[in-house]
């Protein structure tokens, strides 16, 4: 099982960033998928999670309205949009597979990094 | 939202010690309760789930206990390899939510 993060970087207040997670090793499109994200020196947070299909997504209240999670199936791949960047979301956001029989976050990927510019 | 409490929030111990941490949840979640180690720079891994199933490939030294509100993680003999912070996750309802971690150190 491999997850490979990438898409992160430096951003403006206000800007827009789009995160991918490539994913390997497993069969994809019979896992959901999540995204945790962890501030410097900060503890880990939960962003969202999708379900295996898609049609299912969560999200946690501070990003609600602001990021899109979403996947293609076809490409192995989960994607999270992220919209009216606060400096609040500077974090090092992972990407994890969600075994859904568990409900736990079984694998995940070693994180990209978003920062802010001033 | 659930909020969930670990203590301590750091503790030092020496190898071949038993530690104990301890995860209390603001409401019951019955057995949805997650364990993660995080070693420095390194993404979470996933120790016990469930409250109590070591997942697979993690040693035996670790165990989970506890349901409703209250739980534990046990390490039985400290390793030099389990020097990390731990961290507890409800899985009963989103927002899914994570302790604030225990920092495990050196003594």
């Given at each position: 099982?491999?997850?490979?993060?990438?898409?992160?970087?430096?951003?403006?207040?206000?800007?827009?960033?789009?995160?991918?997670?490539?994913?390997?090793?497993?069969?994809?499109?019979?896992?959901?998928?999540?995204?945790?994200?962890?501030a410097p020196g900060k503890g880990l947070?939960?962003?969202?999670?999708?379900?295996?299909?898609?049609?299912?997504?969560?999200?946690?209240?501070?990003?609600?309205?602001?990021?899109?999670?979403?996947?293609?199936?076809?490409?192995?791949?989960?994607?999270?949009?992220?919209?009216?960047?606060?400096?609040?979301?500077?974090?090092?956001?992972?990407?994890?597979?969600?075994?859904?029989?568990?409900?736990?976050?079984?694998?995940?990927?070693?994180?990209?990094?978003?920062?802010?510019?001033? | 939202?659930?909020?969930?409490?670990?203590?301590?929030?750091?503790?030092?111990?020496?190898?071949?010690?038993?530690?104990?941490?301890?995860?209390?949840?603001?409401?019951?979640?019955?057995?949805?309760?997650?364990?993660?180690?995080?070693?420095?720079?390194?993404?979470?891994?996933?120790?016990i789930y469930a409250a109590s199933n070591?997942?697979?490939?993690?040693?035996?030294?670790?165990?989970?206990?506890?349901?409703?509100?209250?739980?534990?993680?046990?390490?039985?003999?400290?390793?030099?390899?389990?020097?990390?912070?731990?961290?507890?996750?409800?899985?009963?309802?989103?927002?899914l939510t994570f302790g604030q971690g225990?920092?495990?150190?050196?003594?």
């Open positions: 099982v491999q997850l490979l993060e990438s898409g992160g970087g430096l951003v403006q207040p206000g800007g827009s960033l789009r995160l991918s997670c490539a994913a390997s090793g497993f069969p994809f499109s019979n896992y959901a998928l999540g995204w945790v994200r962890q947070e939960w962003v969202s999670s999708i379900h295996a299909s898609g049609s299912t997504t969560y999200y946690t209240e501070s990003v609600q309205g602001r990021f899109t999670i979403s996947r293609d199936n076809s490409k192995n791949t989960l994607y999270l949009h992220m919209n009216s960047l606060r400096a609040e979301d500077t974090a090092l956001y992972y990407c994890a597979r969600n075994r859904i029989q568990d409900d736990c976050f079984d694998f995940w990927g070693r994180g990209t990094l978003v920062t802010f510019s001033s | 939202d659930i909020q969930m409490t670990q203590s301590p929030s750091s503790l030092s111990a020496s190898v071949g010690d038993r530690v104990t941490i301890t995860c209390r949840a603001s409401q019951t979640i019955t057995s949805y309760l997650n364990w993660y180690q995080q070693a420095p720079g390194k993404a979470p891994k996933l120790l070591l997942q697979s490939g993690v040693p035996s030294r670790f165990s989970g206990s506890g349901s409703g509100t209250d739980f534990t993680l046990t390490i039985s003999s400290l390793q030099p390899e389990d020097f990390a912070t731990y961290y507890c996750q409800q899985s009963y309802t989103t927002p225990t920092r495990l150190e050196i003594k």
